[in-house]
Structures are given as structure tokens and as C-alpha cells.
């Protein structure tokens, strides 16, 4: 349908395409992520005309560092739990948020800038977090928040299983959708109208490279089934920091030495390259 669409209508097949793109699946709570988030103070803030569900686990030590997680792709805070819990027990106060059209926060839509927004309104409301760990796109969001609209800085950033090039992303959902190159096209060229940036300026790589003043972490599994470790070592290449490679975890990072691994990194003085 897209790639007849595009003989007729370049233009209205570039805005089907992103929004097809732009749509998650709203996946329901679970029972026990309900019960975990019962566990945080919940708020809502407001952005590009949404309502944003926020959560704040307290800290018992005094004058706790604040850490923000951010999630990814059809998931919500509570993805987050097992490292929670670890950096509460650390000593770190928690912040966390539903990304739009996910958890319990509205929206129907979610793509990068918006979700870099959502992460500049969250900072502005509630200062720069000590360190920032972000998984997936989330991580895309992070960087992009940071580098491109110019969001307040963290101290310490860590970004697991992030993509290094929209362009990639991009492409490989064409590929999915069956949708030729001129589709393609004009979904670059519906991005930029609304962006009034170019594809190639949502480049993670590219950007992580002016964040180099943040102490940065980037891990990425071997097996990752979403984005290749290749584009983790890239991130990190161009941030200049410390990476890790795991195997056997996949995409969704949640082993418990993946958990340790970042916890230690929350507490700990600057490393080089490893591998687990």
C-alpha cells in the first residue's frame, strides 16, 4: 500500500509511514510492575500536551545522589526494577518515568525527539540527576536530550543496548513494512518537515561525541537481537568511554551482573574497555 502510495502521494506516504513507525504497541501493566511501582511516590508533569507518570524512590542516606532511568521501546519504568532496587540499596535516591504512549502515561505516539523532550522537561522540573542510565531508545533519548537540546548535564551517564544511527533504525523498519526506497525518502523527508532537522542529525554516534565532559558507561550484548554490538562500540568510540561487552543477555540487559556492573559503575572512579 505504502510503496503505491508513493506514486501518487510521496508526502502523505511519509506521514502514514512515520506514524506507523511513531506506534507502539500499549502493552498493559503487570501485576507485579504495579506492585513494584506502588512501592514509589508517584506525580505527573506535562509535556507537548501530555501527561507524564513520574516515580521518586526515597533514599535512607542523607543527602542522597539522585540516578534517572529511562526505559525503551514498548516497556515502562518498572522494566527497571532489579536496578532499582540494587541502587536504592547503594545509597541512591531514584527517579524514573512512563515514556509517552507507554505505562500509565498518554499518548499514542513515541519517537526519539519526542522522547528527548520528555527528558529535558523531566530535568528542568527536577534538576540534573547525579548519573543517567538509560536503556534502548531511552538511551537514543538521553543522549539526544543532552547534546541536541541542550538539557542540563548529569555527572555520569550509562547507556545500554542503544541503536548508534536513526538511519539504520529506519531502514530496517522499511524493510519490514516492505516499503521500497521512495517510501524510505519520504520518510526522511516527513521527519525533517517536522524536525526541521535532517535524519542524519538523529545520529546517537555523532552526538555522544560532545558528551564527552559526562563520565559515560555503554554496554551491549554480543547476542543483541535489536541492535548490533557493533553500534554499542561506536557510542562508545566516539563518547570516548568506557564499554562493555556482555554475552548471553540479549537485548533487554536484565542478568543480575549486568545490574552489578552498573551499580558499580554509579560508585566507582573511571575504567577502560572490559568485557563479561
Given amino acids: 500500500m505504502l510503496n503505491a502510495l508513493a506514486t501518487v502521494s ?8 512515520f506514524r506507523i513507525f511513531c506506534t507502539p504497541k500499549r502493552l498493559p501493566v503487570r501485576e507485579k510492575d504495579r506492585e513494584f511501582l ?29 540516578v534517572l532511568f529511562l ?12 536496578y532499582i532496587k540494587a541502587a536504592i540499596k547503594a545509597g541512591f535516591r531514584v527517579e524514573a518515568f512512563d515514556a509517552p504512549a ?4 498518554s499518548g499514542k505516539l513515541l519517537n526519539v525527539l519526542l522522547y528527548s523532550r520528555t527528558v529535558k522537561k523531566h530535568i528542568v522540573e527536577n534538576d540534573a540527576p547525579y548519573a543517567i542510565i538509560a536503556h534502548s531508545l531511552g538511551g537514543a533519548a538521553a543522549v539526544m536530550s543532552l547534546a541536541l537540546l541542550g538539557a542540563k548535564r548529569p555527572q ?7 541503536f548508534a544511527e536513526s538511519t539504520r533504525v529506519l531502514r530496517d523498519f522499511a524493510h519490514i513494512l ?10 526522511f523527508r516527513h521527519i525533517e518537515r517536522r524536525s526541521g532537522l535532517s535524519v542524519e542529525e538523529y545520529s546517537v554516534r555523532k552526538k555522544a561525541a560532545e558528551l ?14 535489536v541492535a548490533p554490538v557493533s553500534e554499542g562500540l561506536a557510542i562508545a568510540e566516539s563518547w570516548e568511554c568506557r564499554f562493555l561487552q556482555t554475552e548471553g543477555f540479549g537485548h533487554r540487559m536484565q542478568d543480575k551482573a549486568v545490574v552489578q556492573e552498573v551499580i558499580k559503575f554509579l560508585v566507582s572512579k573511571k575504567s577502560g574497555q572490559t568485557a563479561l
Fill in 10 to 17: 510521496p508526502t502523505l506516504a511519509g506521514s502514514v509511514a
Fill in 38 to 66: 506502588a512501592t514509589a511516590t508517584h506525580s505527573t508533569f506535562r509535556t507537548e500536551g501530555l501527561s507524564i507518570r513520574s516515580y521518586v524512590w526515597e533514599s535512607q542516606t542523607p543527602n542522597a545522589q539522585t
Fill in 71 to 82: 526505559h525503551g521501546w514498548e516497556s515502562n519504568a518498572a522494566r527497571w526494577h532489579k
Fill in 102 to 105: 507507554s505505562g500509565y502515561s
Fill in 156 to 162: 555520569k551517564m550509562a547507556v545500554l543496548a542503544a
Fill in 178 to 187: 516492505g516499503a521500497n526506497e521512495s517510501v524510505l525518502q519520504a520518510l
Fill in 212 to 225: 564527552k565532559e559526562i563520565e559515560g558507561f555503554v554496554l551491549h550484548d554480543l547476542n543483541d537481537e
